[in-house]
Every structure is written in C-alpha cells, then in structure tokens.
Nanobody, 124 residues
C-alpha cells in the first residue's frame, strides 16, 4: 500500500504562488504516474495535471496551463505542483494520486492511492 502526504496549501492573494508537495512512503513511488486533482466546494473532483513515472511527460488541464508546473524528484519520493498567478477559482482541496501503471490519465477512477488533500484558498 502506498501512503501519500499532501502539504503546502494555504491562504494566498490572487496573483500569488504556492507550491504543493506530495510525498510517498516508499521508493516504489518512482514507478508510478502521479496526478493532481482538486475539488472545490459543491463541485466534482477535476484533473489539474500529472506527470508520468519517468518525469518526461507532463499534462495539464486547460484551466491551469501556463500557470501550474508539475515536477518530480524520485530520490525524495516526491512530486510537486508549483502554482503561479493564482486565481479565486483555483480555490479547492488539492490531492495527489498515483497510477500504478506509470502513466497519467484524467480519470480519478484510474488512480489507486490518494493523499489526504490540502486546502488552497485564493482571496480576490
């Protein structure tokens, strides 16, 4: 079983930045695709972006493209979500998740393990 811990959320003004971290419990993490999802209050969970197991491919939702960057450091069992130019509509609980087959998709059902989530609040 893979345990994931999401950290880095907080309150930030519009236009500001935050960096979220997703740290796994063991080194097998490096074999997995990692996705970031968010869920705003009263809305369905949505795909934000992801990175494949090698780190060579990243994917982003259109709503965050050009503002968010995903990277990974397999030596630290970690994946990061750098969020710049934040907007009020980015407010949500953000969670990372892993796909054991190493790829990334935008469907939550394809992910086997999830972090607990971290709240991001952007004030306008």
């Amino acid at each position: 079983q893979v345990q994931l811990v999401d950290t880095g959320g907080g309150l930030v003004q519009a236009g500001g930045s935050l960096r979220l971290s997703c740290v796994a419990s063991d080194g097998t993490f490096r074999r997995y695709g990692v996705g970031w999802f968010r869920q705003a209050q009263g809305k369905e969970r949505e795909f934000v972006g992801g990175i494949n197991w090698t780190g060579g491919s990243t994917y982003y939702a259109d709503s965050v493209k050009g503002r968010f960057t995903i990277s990974r450091d397999n030596a630290k069992n970690a994946v990061y979500l750098q969020m710049n130019s934040l907007k009020a509509e980015d407010t949500a609980v953000y969670s990372c998740a892993v796909q054991l087959n190493g790829v990334v998709t935008d469907k939550p059902a394809n992910y086997e393990y999830w972090g607990q989530g971290t709240q991001v609040t952007v004030s306008s």
